[in-house]
């Protein structure tokens, strides 16, 4: 149990498009999910956190019409990264938490395999 | 606020070698540790976890125990394998609050055949 999987696994687009990313939990109810940024041999830096129906909180310094974020269902947020420049490549990933709800650990978050953006 | 550090790598071992990566933490009441790994192109996976102090997490071979008095989540095992090679992190998560992970800047693991 406890799958989280994005989609595109990479994708590759040209100056000035926007790109969406989807993360999804497979298995469980997610009520926060997070997106993370990592640049290459780096920490995960935190984006911002979602919770399902509400607005995105963002972290300081990510701007937050640059990088839209969706968390439409219990199971699914969406990461759209609009205009986008060289300088957004990167790799995201995202995680999701169960929340108190369930029989997963309350405190645990789980992963997905992340995403490779490449802006040509 | 909560903060982890790990020891700068990277590590290069031989196969069968002893393996020691140290973390340390600063956090207030009683945070629950991770050790996650990252292998080249993807993403986190959980490898081990501790939630109480003197708790032992442990995984594939991997061992880490909860130190409450050195504040201190050091990852072991006894004998590496070329696939061991990957880079971990170590993380906390606070009691109480919203669970976000503080992360350490992770350790890279080099282990030669």
């Known amino acids: 149990g406890a799958v989280v999987s994005q989609h595109p696994s990479w994708v590759i687009c040209k100056s000035g498009t926007s790109v969406k990313i989807e993360c999804r939990s497979l298995?469980?109810?997610?009520?926060?999910m997070f997106w993370y940024r990592q640049f290459p041999k780096q920490s995960l830096m935190l984006m911002a956190t979602?919770?399902?129906?509400?607005?995105?909180?963002?972290e300081q310094g990510v701007e937050k019409d640059k990088f839209l974020i969706n968390h439409a269902s219990l199971t699914l947020s969406t990461l759209t990264v609009t205009s986008a420049h060289p300088e957004d490549s990167s790799f995201y990933i995202c995680?999701?938490?169960?929340?108190?709800?369930?029989?997963?650990?309350?405190?645990?978050?789980?992963f997905g395999p992340g995403t490779r953006l490449t802006v040509l | 606020g909560n903060s982890v550090t790990q020891m700068e790598g990277p590590v290069t071992l031989s196969e069968e070698a002893f393996l020691t990566i140290n973390c340390t933490y600063t956090?207030?009441?009683?945070?629950?540790l991770f050790w996650y790994v990252q292998y080249p192109g993807e993403g986190l996976q959980l490898l081990l976890k501790?939630?109480?102090?003197?708790d032992k997490g442990s995984n594939k071979g991997f061992e880490a125990t909860y130190r409450k008095e050195t504040t201190s989540f050091h990852l072991e095992k006894g004998s590496v394998q070329v696939s061991d090679s990957a880079v971990y992190f170590c993380?906390?998560?606070?009691?109480?609050?919203?669970?976000?992970?503080?992360f350490g800047r992770g350790t890279s693991l080099i282990v030669h055949p």
């Open positions: 995680s999701a938490s169960p929340g108190t709800s369930g029989s997963l650990p309350y405190n645990e978050q789980f």
């Open positions: 298995d469980f109810q997610a009520t926060t």
């Open positions: 979602s919770n399902e129906g509400s607005k995105a909180t963002y």
């Open positions: 956090a207030t009441g009683y945070p629950s």
């Open positions: 501790a939630t109480k102090a003197d």
């Open positions: 993380a906390l998560t606070s009691s109480g609050g919203s669970y976000i992970p503080t």
